[in-house]
Every structure is written in C-alpha cells, then in structure tokens.
C-alpha cells in the first residue's frame, strides 16, 4: 500500500513539474501538455490549419432535395385561378424569409448541441468498430474457420464416398446411338 502511496505522489510531483514547465516556456493557452505512461499525447486544436469554405457548405450534394424553393411548392396553374400580383410577391416573400430565417434561428440555438451529440455518437460508433466489432468478427472467423474444417472432415469421411461410389455405379454404364447394339 505505501509502495502506491509513493508512486502517486511521485506522479503527482512531475505532474506538477511538468505545467510548471509548461507555464514557465511560454507554450500557447490553446495546447496543454498531457503525459501519459511517458507518452506525450497531442491536445492541440485538430482544426487547425483546416479552411472551412463559407461558400459551399455541401460540396457532396448531400442534401439535394432541400434546395426547394417557392415555385416547387406553390404554383397557379392557369390565369383563371391567379391571386393578386401583391398576394403572389408577398406570399413569395413571406415563404422564402420564414425559411431562411426559421433555419437561421433554429441553427443558432440547436447546431452546436447537435454538433456535440453527433461527435459524440461517431466517436462512439468509431470506438465501438475500433475495439468491439472487429475484435468479434475476427474471433466468429477462426472459429468458422474451425467448424469448416470439422464439416470438410465429416463430409471426406461420410459423404464423400456414398458419392463416388454411386459414381462407380453409373461409370460403366453405356448409351449407344444408332441401329447397331454391338
């Protein structure tokens, strides 16, 4: 017990030498210095030097289908049935900044959780591939691996020479066409 005593408190010493150093060096508020096993893990902004284009925010088309605009949804087919040309601009109007501005409002409150939860839910979903599924799916292989081989042994033994003795049994047999049975 006391041997885990030192080695914590140890620990904790070069841990505080360690920010101390750290303070001391001047390094940016942004990167903290983390150690551990005298590993030296990399806590800097990952972002970094990576250009968000403000411009095209679905280079991939992802999200085709919500391009819609006012005359996909609202039409008047014939002069008979057309509104008033101040009904019609306004209406236009009316729809295009209620969508905009309902997005726009429900981004700013809703985006940065959602962003979170979603990192969270693929860091998860990466983690779960990385050290469970794979893992699992290595291990269901050796072990059909290993009832293929049991079912190859089964089959060479019981099956296979029903087969080729059947085989034998129709290999002397002979069709002759024609009129002459010699």
């Given at each position: 017990?006391?041997?885990y005593?030192q080695?914590?408190?140890?620990?904790c010493?070069?841990a505080?030498?360690t920010?101390a150093m750290?303070?001391d060096?001047?390094?940016k508020?942004s990167?903290?210095?983390?150690?551990?096993?005298?590993?030296?893990?990399?806590?800097s902004?990952?972002?970094?030097?990576i250009?968000?284009?403000?411009?095209?925010?679905?280079p991939?088309?992802?999200?085709?289908?919500?391009?819609i605009?006012f005359?996909?949804?609202i039409g008047?087919?014939?002069?008979d049935v057309y509104?008033f040309?101040?009904?019609w601009?306004n209406?236009?109007?009316?729809?295009?900044?209620?969508k905009?501005w309902c997005?726009?409002?429900?981004?700013?409150?809703?985006?940065l959780?959602?962003?979170?939860?979603?990192g969270?839910?693929?860091a998860?979903?990466a983690f779960?591939?990385?050290?469970?599924?794979?893992?699992?799916?290595k291990?269901?292989?050796?072990?059909l691996?290993?009832?293929?081989?049991?079912?190859?042994?089964?089959?060479e033994?019981?099956?296979?020479?029903?087969y080729m003795?059947?085989?034998y049994?129709f290999f002397?047999?002979r069709?002759?066409k024609?009129?002459?049975?010699?």
């Amino acid at each position: 017990m006391k041997i885990y005593k030192q080695t914590r408190r140890d620990h904790c010493d070069r841990a505080r030498k360690t920010s101390a150093m750290a303070s001391d060096s001047g390094s940016k508020p942004s990167e903290v210095k983390l150690t551990i096993t005298n590993e030296n893990v990399n806590t800097s902004d990952v972002t970094k030097g990576i250009e968000v284009d403000l411009n095209e925010r679905d280079p991939n088309d992802l999200h085709d289908d919500l391009k819609i605009q006012f005359h996909e949804i609202i039409g008047e087919p014939h002069t008979d049935v057309y509104s008033f040309d101040c009904v019609w601009v306004n209406s236009f109007k009316c729809f295009t900044n209620t969508k905009i501005w309902c997005y726009r409002i429900t981004s700013l409150i809703c985006a940065l959780p959602v962003s979170f939860c979603w990192g969270i839910y693929f860091a998860c979903f990466a983690f779960h591939n990385i050290w469970i599924l794979m893992p699992c799916l290595k291990a269901y292989g050796m072990n059909l691996r290993l009832l293929r081989s049991c079912f190859n042994s089964i089959i060479e033994t019981f099956v296979k020479p029903c087969y080729m003795a059947a085989g034998y049994v129709f290999f002397n047999i002979r069709i002759l066409k024609g009129g002459d049975p010699a």
